[in-house]
């Protein structure tokens, strides 16, 4: 993967789901600029970060899936999302519908139990990986959780991520870095 600073990784990959810490990963047009997954090796990576897998063998056929199911999960997103997304939809394409469950339609990761009570993963393979993100997808864009889907409050940020709050009103994709920005910016405006 192209470098990228640890911490910001890490805030990425907050949203609550994997399929859209997925989004997360770059696109196209003005998510270009967040791309980190320029090769094969790259998809095996995230795929193992974002699923907490080993990292799985992957070609350029994985390549080529994992950015129709990224930017078909990240325009239904940003679509269903509150708040000003950088990619607008009104409601979803039947491409990205049929892009999703054409890769949900795969064989998933498979989970075992190890003798010691360990879970994992069965040969994990990119296709599977990416079949149990189109599933998420699937799972989140077809629940009341999809009412909760939000874009970041932060001006500068963007993320998105699931309000599972209870009150219903979380902001930001991180309190440790957007909304302690927007607290510090409040108290200076307010000193």
Not at 4 to 31: I, K, N, V, Y
Not at 140 to 167: H, K, M, W, Y
Request: hydrophobic content about 40%; some cysteine; proline content about 8%.
């Amino acid at each position: 993967m192209q470098q990228s600073s640890e911490p910001d990784l890490r805030r990425r990959f907050r949203t609550g789901r994997p399929c859209l810490d997925l989004a997360h990963t770059g696109g196209e047009d003005e998510l270009a600029r967040w791309e980190i997954v320029h090769g094969p090796d790259d998809v095996g990576r995230l795929l193992a970060r974002l699923l907490d897998i080993p990292a799985p063998p992957a070609d350029e056929r994985d390549l080529a899936a994992l950015r129709v199911l990224r930017g078909a999960v990240t325009r239904i997103a940003y679509g269903l999302a509150e708040g000003t997304p950088p990619v607008t939809v009104e409601r979803p394409r039947p491409g990205d519908v049929a892009a999703i469950n054409a890769a949900a339609a795969l064989p998933p990761l498979t989970p075992a139990l190890l003798p010691d009570g360990v879970a994992t993963v069965v040969a994990p393979t990119a296709t599977a990986a990416l079949s149990t993100l189109a599933r998420d997808a699937i799972d989140l864009f077809g629940s009341p959780l999809a009412q909760r889907i939000r874009v970041c409050a932060a001006e500068n940020c963007g993320l998105l991520l699931v309000d599972t709050s209870r009150a219903n009103q979380r902001r930001w994709c991180s309190m440790e870095v957007c909304g302690n920005r927007a607290k510090v910016r409040a108290h200076r405006a307010d000193a």
